[in-house]
């Protein structure tokens, strides 16, 4: 094989979006081993700190790291053709907003509209995925019936 033509083998646009899919993994993978990494880094400061400080910092890196393998799964699920991109950034984006409403809570603030704004926000991206899967089963729902009428003729 020449070198021309392993080169246009190698940038091929699919190579390279499977090429970009396996590096994104890989940074996922390292930023979430570098969250775990840090929590247990951080764990004997916090600890001498006190109960409150331990809790938050192990709660705030655990959801931080559910948002990560969220996006991490979307990314996944992209490169084994099984693509559900909204759906997969729609919960990478639930599990955030859940980790900022608890760690809003928790740290005893008093404004309402903050709390207020994330609600709807997580009422917003939940009725957005609802509506989505709803139209998905649909959809599917349609095709197999038509694909059904199809055999009866």
């Known amino acids: 094989m020449k070198i021309r033509e392993v080169l246009e083998k190698l940038f091929e646009a699919e190579t390279m979006s499977r090429m970009f899919l396996k590096l994104a993994e890989v940074f996922f993978i390292i930023a979430a081993l570098g969250i775990i ?29 559910v948002a990560l ?13 099984r693509a559900r991109s909204a759906i997969d950034v729609m919960d990478a984006a639930t599990s955030f907003l859940l980790r900022e409403v608890i760690e809003t809570v928790y740290e005893h603030v008093t404004d309402f509209e903050i709390l207020l704004t994330y609600g709807a926000l997580v009422l917003a991206i939940a009725g957005s995925r609802l509506l989505i899967t709803q139209s998905n089963v649909m959809s599917s729902k349609k ?11």
């Open 69 to 81: 393998m969220e996006i991490y799964e979307g990314v996944a699920d992209l490169e084994k053709g």
């Open 37 to 65: 990494a840090y929590t247990f880094y951080e764990l004997p400061s916090v600890i001498a700190q006190g109960f409150e400080p331990f809790v938050e910092t192990v709660v705030g890196n655990t959801f931080l790291l």
């Open 143 to 153: 095709k197999s019936d038509e694909e059904g009428e199809k055999v009866r003729r």
